[in-house]
T-cell receptor, first 113, second 112 residues
């Protein structure tokens, strides 16, 4: 069965600094990969997804992620953090055959002024 | 285009009661999935409906059930509520089963 591991339940960066949120998956075949963001008292919003093709995926709000099959990783990055990026971020995988979707435990991003 | 809407947004119930939550998907979306989000367990998949049929089910007891109507709106029901059912219940819709899911704001259920 596939699974998702997000390294670091809390990440704190200074405004303007690089954001790096880590995600590793376990799956017998490369799954579909997603990053979602959740702001307080709201549902999840899709940041970006990887299904096939180019391994560097660009999403909304300046975020991007790179699928590395050899490392079974899909880390999320943003060159310069904004205060508005403070939220909880979820990595998710979806099995290509069964559509079974699993979410990571989430990483809470704090941005310091 | 209107997003996924969930009603009610907040709900307080007592143990032993039952509750029904509603989800209206984005127009044209035929797949609706439900998730439970708690601080301890994170996001857990409950079930998925497509064209009024349950296509996938997570590892939850039979007290959790759902259905989908011909207009793709979906409801989930939890019977004999337990304290541990307190959670944010999220609904997500997609055009088709392998398409991107779009989430609603959730219904926050508190069981006392």
């Amino acid at each position: 069965a596939q699974s998702v591991t997000q390294l670091g339940s809390h990440v704190s960066v200074s405004e303007g600094a690089l954001v790096l949120l880590r995600c590793n998956y376990s799956s017998s075949v490369p799954p579909y990969l997603f990053w979602y963001v959740q702001y307080p008292n709201q549902g999840l919003q899709l940041l970006l997804k990887y299904t096939t093709g180019a391994t560097l995926v660009k999403g909304i709000n300046g975020f991007e992620a790179e699928f590395k099959k050899s490392e079974t990783s899909f880390h999320l990055t943003k060159p310069s953090a904004h205060m508005s990026d403070a939220a909880e971020y979820f990595c998710a995988v979806s099995d290509r055959a069964t559509d079974d979707m699993r979410f990571g435990a989430g990483t809470r991003l704090t941005v310091k002024p | 285009k209107a997003g996924v809407t969930q009603t009610p947004r907040y709900l307080i119930k007592t143990r032993g009661q039952q509750v029904t939550l509603s989800c209206s998907p984005i127009s044209g979306h035929r797949s609706v999935s439900w998730y439970q989000q708690t601080p301890g367990q994170g996001l857990q998949f409950l079930f998925e409906y497509f064209s009024e049929t349950q296509r996938n089910k997570g590892n939850f007891p039979g007290r959790f059930s759902g259905r989908q109507f011909s207009n793709s709106r979906s409801e989930m029901n939890v019977s004999t509520l337990e304290l541990g059912d307190s959670a944010l219940y999220l609904c997500a819709s997609s055009r088709d089963r392998k398409e991107t899911q779009y989430f609603g704001p959730g219904t926050r259920l508190l069981v006392l």
